[in-house]
């Protein structure tokens, strides 16, 4: 998960590719970086931490131009303590291309080995996004010929032959020196991807995002969701033009709902709030048809984005809701932390508990998920410490028990507390009093209702074990499983 952007507009986009960075900032919090351009040169910066700290007065000044790029980063492909797996990525030819990558790509050893012993192509990290950059530069370079003009057809038959090549998820901004703005998704739809506009008195401006909240926030207005498959071409003087692969079929991830994107945010036609607030309405039915629960006095949230599904259960059961949890703003998401440690650390720092919303009360935490379980049992354990009588759990999305491999770290199912186990044994490691889960059928529901029934068929691995591109089998997953834990072994053997 990571998040992207891309401007084309009539004065510097410096600052508002900066701005939509901090509005995008939850989406990966380990490396910040922007590239702009101007009269076909590339000015960037990028670096590892938060886009606050990244970027500086000195940094800004330099970033000249009217059309540029950004992204910040959470890894799950490569190092997160690499600085030159910042991104956006640069490729030197043809002409000069700058991208950032939103997603995972599933075939990345297969296309390394490829661009290496036919391409001759060397890549100086072990990021997926590189291998992307160089298939989509290496593709282009087939189809621009010197001294014919260069066209949006170059663009979009190039990307096409991405499509036939990469396997897994993609959204992808870039530059092309000299020409423009292109950005794409794979045939799929699993990561997020959307444009808008900006009326000015020069003509449109156009902007790119992950996440519509980027573009609403800074004065464009939402134009649509990137198809599957779709790509796009903008020139310097805004000219659009896009093209879809007919080969394409909308299964965005179903945890951008749960948990990844704002939840003020809209993403291919159902608002992130909405559909959290209709899970805990499902959640409450399954509650109310369970008697174990009917001594429930008061629901308390996990924040921040379990908020809606926890209010919404609240009304549904007739029971108060209350904030039992402070939350420092000024520690990171702890999903999104690299390392089991540091994310165990981070909790008991990011939330304090009101005692006296716990003291002598059965109280019913809720969660948008439970994936280690680190967090639960710190959260469960912090509501004892303060007097709850009983705790019980609930989480609004299924139990999270495979490997997701398009963009999300949860690469080892073993490090899932739900893998292999029932309810009733995550109650016990979490060291609640009961547990409930949300039934996938209705988490499905719940975002299709908020789409309008525009939405039905989702990527949902990470609760269904089903892999929507094809490739991924229990070998794969053993590869995967043998060279994480290799990489974690030598990190180990370093440090």
Known sequence: MCGVVGIVAYRPVNQTLYDALLLLQHRGQDAAGI?????????????????????HTRHMRDLVGNIGIGHCRYPTAGSSENELEAQPLYVNAPFGIMLGHNGNLTNCEELRRVLFQTGMRHLNTQSDSEV????????????VHAGKPFTDKHVFDSV??????????????????????????????????????QETEEGTSWMVASESVALEALGYSVVRDVAPGEALFITYDGKFSSHKTTDARLNPCIFEYVY???????????????????????????????????????????????????????????????????KNRYVGRTFIMPGQALRKKSVRQKLNP????????VVLLVDDSIVRGTTSQEIVQMARDVGAKKVYFAS???????????????????????????????????????????????????????????????????????????????????RLYDQTTKYRAAKKEED
């Not at 992307?132 to 189809?143: G, H, K, P, V």
């Not at 992130?272 to 008697?291: C, F, H, Q, S, T």
Request: aromatic share 10%; glycine share 8%.
């Open 35 to 55: 590239a702009t351009e101007e009269a076909s040169l590339f000015y960037s910066w990028k670096a590892r931490g938060l886009v606050q700290n990244v970027f």
């Open 132 to 143: 992307l950059l160089n298939i989509f530069a290496q593709e282009l370079a087939d189809r």
């Open 160 to 197: 096409e032959a991405v499509h036939r090549r990469c396997r897994g998820a993609y959204a992808v901004v870039g530059l092309i020196a000299g020409h423009g703005l292109f950005a794409f998704r794979d045939p799929f739809g699993i990561r997020p991807l959307m444009f808008g506009k």
């Open 260 to 326: 990844l994107a704002r939840p003020d945010s809209t993403i291919d036609g159902a608002l992130v709030y909405d559909a959290r607030v209709r899970m805990g309405n499902k959640l409450a039915e399954k509650i109310k048809a369970n008697p174990r629960f009917d001594d429930i006095d008061v629901v308390i949230p996990i924040p921040d984005s379990s908020r809606p599904s926890a209010m919404e259960l609240a009304r549904a059961i007739d029971v108060p809701y209350r904030e039992g949890f402070v």
């Open 354 to 361: 009101v005692p006296s919303e716990f003291k002598d009360k």
């Open 396 to 478: 609004a999305s299924p139990p999270v028990r495979y490997s997701n491999v398009y963009g999300i770290d949860m690469p080892l199912a073993e490090e899932l507390v739900a893998h292999g186990r029932s309810e009733e044994e995550v109650a016990k490691i979490i060291g609640a009093d009961a547990l409930i889960y949300q039934d996938i059928d209705a988490l499905i529901e719940s975002v299709s209702e908020a789409s309008g029934g525009k939405l039905s068929k989702f990527e949902t691995s990470c609760f269904s074990g089903e892999y929507i591109t094809g490739d991924i089998d229990s070998a794969y997953l053993k």
